[in-house]
């Protein structure tokens, strides 16, 4: 169990370089994060996201533990103009709780804090055009959010230097799920 209760406080000196090694003393135990999530709240300076965020709903997510520690993750993410589902594999880097994808444009995603249960919060980062995106993502079991774990949220967003009006929780949805209709 003690792998699965990362108190704040630790997951907030992890996000110092420095500090990366206490996740790794403590390690990501996968099987915590395998299953099926609910993405209630996302967090971005990339123009892209501030443009449209206002119009996004809650996505979906099912997380896959493979062999080798590889995690399967599929998406289902409402857009305006759809239902978009999606999925890539994502291989461990070497660092606690880093996993990187090469298809569909080169991206590494972070698992910054979990209590191995009910949340996580994933820093998902990706380069495009040169410059590196980053997109923080909470991650729930359920789609209603504790004012404790919504909290934690904003506070990691604002630790990642995004401010309030880069922060947006998002509304319920029903009409794009994992399952294909
Ligand atoms: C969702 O994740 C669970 C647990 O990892 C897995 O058993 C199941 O096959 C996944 N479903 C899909 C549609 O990928
Ligand atoms: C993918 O990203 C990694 C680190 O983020 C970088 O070292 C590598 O050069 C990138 N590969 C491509 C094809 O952009």
Not at 16 to 42: C, F, H, N, Q, T
Request: charged share 25%.
């Amino acid at each position: 169990m003690r792998t699965a209760v990362l108190s704040l406080g630790v997951a907030l000196l992890c996000l110092l370089p420095a500090e990366a090694e206490d996740l790794g003393a403590a390690g990501l135990d996968e099987s915590k994060v395998a299953g099926r999530w609910y993405i209630p709240a996302m967090a971005s300076s990339s123009p892209g996201f501030l443009q449209k965020k206002d119009e996004l709903k809650m996505a979906m997510a099912n997380i896959t533990v493979l062999g080798g520690g590889n995690l399967k993750i599929s998406f289902a993410v409402p857009y305006p103009a759809g239902c978009k589902r999606s999925e890539g594999i994502y291989r461990p880097t070497g660092s606690p709780g880093q996993f990187h994808s090469a298809e569909r444009g080169n991206k590494t995603v972070q698992v910054l804090d979990t209590d191995g249960q009910s949340y996580a919060v994933i820093l998902a980062s990706r380069v495009k055009d040169g410059k590196t995106l980053h997109m923080l993502r909470l991650y729930s079991r359920t789609q209603e959010v504790s004012p404790r774990v919504a909290e934690l949220f904003k506070n990691l967003a604002e630790k990642k230097g995004l401010s309030s009006e880069m922060i947006r929780m998002l509304p319920r949805q029903e009409e794009c799920s994992l399952e294909a209709a």
